[in-house]
């Protein structure tokens, strides 16, 4: 993946090849597009693309690198011009190289080099590890279903399946979550998703500096941004509005009345939720049961139930 294109297993095999006297090319993403945004593909994060081309240089018995999801030669790319800047000057250093990548964009130059860092950074907080599930992200549904979030893990019959890939994420099953793996995935896309709304800022604020060259392609970079924040913060709700939900179920399940500050909580994250979401129900009914009659609604929402992927293969945390 792009925010991690080493595994133990590849070093050991560049490693073992070397040996023997076998070259090996390793294939990498090399532009914006990848399998874990698909399908959006004007998302900028050059240093993520910098950070693992010298990760992947570093490794003993690697003679060269290509593409392997494919590059788009027609739209403006700054991490393919990342990538060409690094084959040329492998041993540029990271403000080195975002000054030099920002300067066509004029008086623009000095605001995109925060917008690159913070989008980079957002990419490598967001918790692509947690689930193969979780990428393609811009295939997640942000109105997600109502039941108990889960991690839905995927385990195929293959020989990496069956052996690299539990090292790479943490859920290959669809199990029932320990609260604390749920709240990890929570905070690491919370605070991916703030690094998104500071690039945003950011973003807008110098649409009308950018050079001409590159407005169409930087509209869609904002306005695809918006939406992986937007699915981002859809698994920062859920996630905790089930943690908040067992944590209040689990007191009246003893006979002790839940604090005004965990209802009150509950309440403000299903309103920012709604939100999110931009339509009104099915949170609109939630917020009402909640009001009216708190234990029925520990009764009806955010329970563990047996439907599966019921909002489309790529939205983590809906059963």
């Known amino acids: 993946m792009s925010t991690m294109p080493v595994d133990r297993w590849f070093k050991n095999v ?39 081309l010298r990760t992947f240089a570093a490794v003993a018995g690697l003679k060269g690198m290509k593409e392997y999801y494919g590059l788009i030669p027609t739209i403006d790319d700054p991490n393919l011009r990342m990538t060409g800047l690094f084959f040329a000057h492998p041993g540029i250093d990271d403000e080195t190289a975002l000054e030099t990548l920002a300067a066509p964009y004029g008086a623009a130059r000095s605001d995109m080099v925060r917008f690159w860092k913070l989008t980079s950074e957002a990419m490598e907080l967001f918790p692509w590890d947690a689930s193969w599930f979780i990428r393609e992200i811009g295939r997640s549904n942000p109105v997600h279903s109502m039941s108990a ?93 089930t943690n908040l939900a067992r944590m209040m179920r689990g007191l009246r399940e003893k006979g002790q009345p839940v604090p005004d500050g965990m209802r009150q909580e509950m309440t403000a994250v299903l309103k920012a939720d709604q939100q999110n979401e931009g339509e009104a129900e099915p949170i609109g009914a939630a917020l009402t049961m909640l009001a009216a009659d708190q234990d029925a609604f520990l009764k009806t929402y955010f329970l563990v139930t047996s439907d599966k992927a019921s909002k489309g293969g790529f939205t983590l945390t809906s059963r």
């Not at 006297?21 to 993520?48: C, D, K, N, Q, W």
Request: glycine share 6%; net charge negative.
């Open 149 to 241: 979030a889960v991690l839905r893990g995927l385990q195929a019959h293959t020989p990496a399946w069956a052996s690299t890939r539990h090292a790479i994420f943490m859920k290959t099953d669809s199990n029932e979550d320990d609260s604390w793996m749920l709240e990890d995935v929570q905070l690491r896309c919370d605070l991916a998703a703030e690094r998104m709304g500071q690039a945003l800022e950011i973003g807008h604020r110098i649409e009308t500096r950018m050079p001409q060259q590159f407005q169409a392609d930087y509209a869609e970079d904002l306005r695809q941004l918006t939406g992986f924040k937007q699915r981002t913060l859809a698994y920062v709700y859920h996630l905790r509005e």
């Open 14 to 52: 560049c490693n073992l090849a070397s040996q023997r006297g076998i070259p090996v090319v390793g294939e990498t993403f090399l532009g914006g597009a990848s399998e874990e945004l698909e399908p959006y593909r004007y998302l900028a994060y050059p240093l993520v693309t910098l950070h693992g």
